[in-house]
């Protein structure tokens, strides 16, 4: 059975850094692109950054520049780290293995003064 668990998130003031982790199990994420997604309140889900397998990666243009997304294969774990952050960036965080309906229950981020 796969099981997410995102954590790291809370509140933080505009400028702020956060780093988002995601934990599996039930799944080896180095054998798989992993995604993050979010979702703000009243909004959909959007996409936000992608590592494949080789440690390619790509971001949405309202998060490149400020966000990476990383992985460490000896914990299992995806990370997503969070600089710059804006209010426009407050959302439940989740990730996910790309062309699996796996999701966790995220984690919630918010930016607020």
């Known amino acids: 059975q796969v099981q997410l668990v995102e954590s790291g998130g809370g509140l933080v003031q505009p400028g702020g850094s956060l780093r988002l982790s995601c934990a599996a199990s039930?799944?080896?994420?180095?054998?798989?692109?992993m995604a993050w997604y979010r979702q703000a309140p009243g909004k959909e889900r959007e996409y936000v950054a992608t590592i494949t397998t080789d440690g390619s990666t790509n971001y949405a243009n309202s998060v490149k520049g400020r966000f990476t997304i990383s992985r460490d294969n000896t914990k299992n774990t995806v990370y997503l780290q969070m600089n710059s952050l804006k209010p426009e960036d407050t959302a439940v965080y989740y990730c996910?293995?790309?062309?699996?309906?796996?999701w966790g229950k995220g984690t919630l981020v918010t930016v607020s003064s």
């Open positions: 039930g799944i080896i994420l180095s054998m798989n692109t």
């Open positions: 996910r293995p790309s062309g699996m309906n796996y």
